[in-house]
């Protein structure tokens, strides 16, 4: 049996029961782990309701944060890669991502309890992540997706403006919530966008940036507690991380990426016997035999230009830290 198909019927056996549990899914859906949810051995975790551990009073400061990217040039042929395919029509919106090594004087351990996030998960030794994404939340049958897509330095003048009226980070938003809305309904009924592009600021240790995120709802089955593992993997991956069309889309970004994404953009979630919250794991720093590595990206269209996505990329390479 695969491992999602596992983990699934886990998840609804478990749902069925009412019973609390809380899981990490990675970017392929072939890895993925349960947790009780008081377990805290081997993952930490916070939502905006709900967490396992107690907070820290004595935080660490930043004192060192150097940044070694992947280079222009080399992003650039990746990035020349996924524009073939989106002018030969094989996909018209891709989340195209690509690693930074960075060095500090944090650890994990020291930055999931420095930060301040809507979602913090550390996996221990493994890697650290304060997503401002939901993914799916459920409340009593009632379904809600949250896609986020449009970034901006909120520094910039008129920035609010300036975002909610570019006409390239409208069609990427436009595409990735008909994607969602698609996908609820494989679940769902009765789905809407409930709300249509609202602003949120971020603050990180360089800058701070507006993010834009729609609200998109429907009504599941009587039932929905024991298929819950069948809802979330039905709507995996993510589509404001991968793109549109998905399948094909998933295929272009192994070839231009040219490297593992393992947990980064999977999906973390709690449920507590009825009700789920989850988010994409985004904002993520992965330990890799003592390098740290944060893993980053951006959704490209056939009006992308490459420098402006490379500095994009750059931008998102930051701590949540006041």
Request: glycine share 6%; aromatic share 10%.
């Amino acid at each position: 049996m695969k491992v999602k198909e596992e983990i699934s019927k886990q998840m609804n056996a478990l749902g069925k029961e009412g019973k609390a549990f809380v899981f990490l899914i990675d970017f392929d859906g072939n890895n993925a782990e349960l947790f009780s949810a008081k377990e805290n051995d081997k993952l930490l975790w916070q939502t905006p309701e709900h967490s396992n551990f107690s907070p820290v009073e004595e935080k660490v400061q930043l004192t060192k944060w150097e940044m070694n990217p992947i280079s222009f040039e080399n992003y650039k042929k990746g990035y020349r890669l996924v524009q073939n395919h989106i002018h030969n029509g094989d996909t018209y919106l891709l989340n195209f991502t690509q690693p930074t090594n960075i060095s500090t004087n944090l650890n994990l351990n020291q930055i999931f309890n420095s930060c301040s996030a809507r979602y913090k998960i550390l996996l221990k030794d493994k890697f650290v992540c304060f997503s401002p994404e939901k993914f799916v939340r459920i409340n009593d049958g009632q379904i809600a997706s949250f896609p986020m897509k449009g970034t901006m330095d909120a520094s910039i003048e008129n920035s609010e403006e300036l975002i909610l009226t570019d006409s390239k980070e409208l069609a990427e938003h436009n595409t990735i919530v008909d994607l969602i809305r698609n996908d609820l309904s494989l679940v769902a009924t009765n789905v809407e966008v409930e709300k249509f592009r609202y602003l949120e600021r971020i603050k990180t240790n360089n800058r701070d940036l507006w993010q834009v995120s729609s609200k998109i709802t429907g009504t599941l089955p009587n039932n929905y507690c024991e298929n819950i593992g069948d809802i979330i993997f039905t709507m995996l991956p993510a589509g404001s991380i991968c793109g549109a069309p998905k399948k094909k889309t998933v295929e272009i970004i192994k070839a231009a990426e040219n490297y593992d994404r393992g947990y980064y953009t999977g999906v973390f979630g709690y449920f507590d016997g009825r009700n789920l919250d989850s988010c994409v794991l985004i904002r993520y720093i992965e330990n890799q035999n003592g390098q740290l590595v944060y893993k980053s990206g951006g959704g490209i269209t056939f009006m992308s230009d490459a420098k402006k996505e490379y500095e994009e990329l750059l931008k998102k390479v930051y701590l949540p830290i006041e």
